[in-house]
Structures are given as C-alpha cells and as structure tokens.
C-alpha cells in the first residue's frame, strides 16, 4: 500500500483528482486529494493573506498530524509550487514528488514570469476564470463533453497571493528528490521549456502525455500508472 497525496492547481479544488484518487483507492492504496485553503469546497475562507507557502504549511501539518510517511506527492499546474514548498517543509516525509504538468518555480519567481495570460476576474483577494469559458477550454484540453460539464461546474477563484508573490523555495532546489516530471504535449501552459528545466534540475524522470492541462480527467488511467511508479 502507498499514501498519495494529491495537490490540485489553481481554480480548482480536491475534486479535480477524483477520477485518479477513486482508482488509487481501488487498487488498495490511500489517496488524500485535499484543497487547499480559499479553493473548491474551502473557497468561503477566501481572504487576503493566503499564499502558496501558507497553503503548502497546512498540508506539511497535515501530514505531520495524521503522521504520513514514505509518501508520494503529486502536484499539478499551480499546484506543483504548493507541492515543492510542501516537500522542502516536510522533506523527511516525502518518498517521490510527482509534477503533472506543473509549475515548478525557482525560488523568488512568481507565476506571472511564467504564465503571461490573465485571468478575466480579479478582485483584491482573488482571481480566476470565467466559469461559462471553461467547458471549451476543458474540451479543448481533451476532456470529454459530460465531464468537462461536471468538471466546469467547480472551477472558482483561486487566492490571488499564489499569483503576485514570488514563491519561497530557499532549499527545495538543494535537496535531493526521487522526482518525476509529466509534460502534457497539448497544454498551452506551463510549456515544454518550464517543465524540462525543473526535469534537469531535479534529475528527474520524464514522461510525455498526449493531451492537454488536465490528464487527471482526460487520461487517468494513463496518468495513474505514472503516478504510481
């Protein structure tokens, strides 16, 4: 039995990884698919003040509370910077770090560097994508129809401090990790050059998928053997 815990991007919630957490599960596994603090199920709690570090200390305290070792970590699009701070805070914790498409800034970068897009919707604490445009952009990514449906339905705002502060990683690219790195073929971010930079900094392996931003419910079986091992 291996412990997965699952970390979602931005906009999204735990739901996201259900497909992929549901087969971990049935394949005698335990898989935590939590969001994170202002998102999904959490996003009354939005306030200022929420960041990626903030977010990633709760899940370190997480694991520490329920005492989770040997534990595998997988962290997608924005996610990916929560997973690394949670990694470098609970370093002894973690056995392998996954990054599906992720974004994996060095320390003092901020999303922005990275992704050049906007979001329509900024407020003061929190931003986000318009929901009616997200069953195209899932489709788009590979998702299909009823589930880009369903899937669409639970995008919301994501706290805006993930995105105007630089992330904090002062030893996370330092260490040594049994890591992974997953590139979607169709994602339009965070882009082949991000992905393969944080791949040779970490001495990573690397997997190619051919589909979009969202292999959790594009290609979950496919993404579920790579998750695994």
Same mark, same amino acid.
Request: glycine share 10%; proline share 6%; with cysteine.
């Given at each position: 039995?291996?412990?997965?815990?699952?970390?979602?991007?931005?906009?999204?919630? $735990?739901?996201?990884?259900?497909?992929?957490? %549901?087969?971990?599960? @049935?394949?005698?596994?335990? !898989? +935590?698919?939590? /969001?994170? *603090?202002?998102?999904?199920?959490?996003? $009354?709690?939005?306030?200022?003040?929420?960041? %990626?570090?903030?977010? @990633?200390?709760?899940?370190? !305290? +997480?694991?520490? /509370?329920? *005492?989770?070792?040997?534990?595998?970590?997988?962290?997608?699009?924005?996610?990916?910077?929560?997973?690394?701070?949670?990694?470098?805070?609970?370093?002894?914790?973690?056995?392998?770090?996954?990054?599906?498409?992720?974004?994996?800034?060095?320390?003092?970068?901020?999303?922005?560097?990275?992704?050049?897009?906007?979001?329509?919707?900024?407020?003061?604490?929190?931003?986000?994508?318009?929901?009616?445009?997200?069953?195209?952009?899932?489709?788009?990514?590979?998702?299909?129809?009823?589930?880009?449906?369903?899937?669409?339905?639970?995008?919301?705002?994501?706290?805006?401090?993930?995105?105007?502060?630089?992330?904090?990683?002062?030893?996370?690219?330092?260490?040594?990790?049994?890591?992974?790195?997953?590139?979607?073929?169709?994602?339009?971010?965070?882009?082949?050059?991000?992905?393969?930079?944080?791949?040779?900094?970490?001495?990573?392996?690397?997997?190619?998928?051919?589909?979009?931003?969202?292999?959790?419910?594009?290609?979950?079986?496919?993404?579920?053997?790579?998750?695994?091992?």
């Amino acid at each position: 039995m291996t412990t997965f815990l699952l970390v979602h991007g931005a906009y999204q919630g $735990g739901w996201i990884w259900k497909p992929v957490a %549901t087969r971990l599960r @049935a394949a005698g596994h335990l !898989a +935590f698919a939590p /969001s994170l *603090d202002g998102c999904g199920e959490r996003s $009354g709690q939005m306030r200022a003040g929420i960041t %990626t570090e903030t977010q @990633a200390e709760e899940l370190a !305290a +997480f694991l520490r /509370s329920e *005492d989770l070792r040997d534990v595998v970590l997988a962290g997608t699009s924005a996610g990916g910077m929560v997973a690394a701070k949670v990694a470098e805070l609970a370093h002894d914790r973690i056995a392998r770090l996954v990054l599906v498409d992720a974004l994996a800034l060095m320390h003092g970068e901020k999303i922005r560097d990275i992704v050049t897009r906007p979001a329509p919707i900024v407020t003061d604490i929190a931003t986000g994508p318009k929901r009616e445009d997200m069953p195209a952009r899932l489709t788009g990514n590979g998702v299909p129809p009823d589930l880009a449906q369903w899937a669409a339905a639970r995008f919301g705002l994501h706290p805006i401090g993930a995105f105007e502060r630089p992330v904090v990683l002062e030893r996370f690219w330092d260490q040594d990790w049994d890591a992974t790195v997953i590139f979607c073929r169709h994602a339009e971010n965070p882009g082949v050059a991000h992905q393969r930079r944080a791949a040779d900094k970490l001495g990573a392996r690397w997997h190619e998928m051919d589909t979009g931003h969202y292999p959790m419910l594009s290609m979950p079986d496919a993404l579920v053997r790579l998750i695994g091992g």
